[in-house]
């Protein structure tokens, strides 16, 4: 077994409910926040308006950046560094699935970076050594864990690339509210693809390496429960222990 260092400092909420805690994480950060989001479906099924009330509870002063790409792209990045330097934003509030929560640690890590943060951290992998802004989640969404990883996929559509990178955890959410019910809403397809993309990155560390380790055995049972368990959502989408499982 290879020797690591495991570390994951996200603060995970899960549950109906867990919304309420919203307002006393962010405010830990500051007054300002840039809630971050995608297309308009938060406000469709009214999760919106909820993390609204959250926020003014604790009289937070919010910005917003809208329209995030399910692949998300560095001019969402761009807008985002610019609005948080401009406004001297106190903490990113991603709302959405794992292409929002992305994206926001992206501009997280680029607001003040000196330079061109693409060629930076997304071509020659260095090291972050600039002022990161914290980021916090609510996931609509499972399938990619961005909600308690560094991890962040970028498309520069100029250059017609698609670059990932892992960051150290001072990059990873400080707190992350994962609400079952929050992926009711969500379409058929886009629910099937969240369990396959779960799957494969499950296989992909099932099938590395030449080991037979406790890993390979707790993975086998992970994916089991997914597969049984996408078999009680594709039913009943609103099976709240099904979907509680898969998330």
């Not at 001297?88 to 680029?110: E, P, Q, R, T, Y």
Request: aromatic share 10%.
């Amino acid at each position: 077994m290879f020797n690591f260092t495991y570390n994951i400092p996200t603060k995970v909420y899960f549950g109906d409910n867990q919304l309420s805690n919203l307002g006393k994480e962010i405010k830990k950060f500051g007054k300002k926040v840039l809630l971050c989001y995608g297309g308009g479906s938060i406000k469709k099924i009214g999760l919106y308006d909820e993390v609204i009330d959250e926020l003014k509870k604790e009289n937070l002063e919010i910005f917003e950046l809208n329209g995030i790409e399910p692949n998300p792209r560095v001019t969402s990045v761009n807008t985002g560094a610019n609005i948080c330097k401009k406004e001297k934003i106190d903490v990113l509030l991603a709302v959405g699935g794992g292409s929002v929560i992305d994206c926001s640690k992206a501009i997280s890590v680029s607001a003040y970076c000196d330079g061109d943060a693409w060629e930076k951290y997304w071509i020659n992998f260095e090291e972050v050594n600039n002022k990161i802004v914290p980021v916090g989640s609510i996931l609509t969404m499972a399938g990619t864990g961005s909600e308690m990883n560094g991890g962040s996929v970028i498309t520069h559509e100029e250059k017609m690339l698609k670059n990932g990178r892992v960051f150290s955890p001072e990059v990873y959410p400080k707190f992350s509210i994962l609400n079952p019910e929050y992926t009711y809403t969500v379409p058929k397809y886009q629910m099937i693809s969240g369990i396959f993309d779960t799957l494969s990155h499950l296989m992909e560390q099932y099938f590395s390496g030449d080991d037979n380790n406790t890993t390979d055995y707790i993975l086998e049972g992970v994916m089991e429960a997914l597969i049984d368990n996408a078999r009680v959502a594709l039913k009943n989408p609103e099976d709240y222990e099904a979907r509680s499982n898969i998330m």
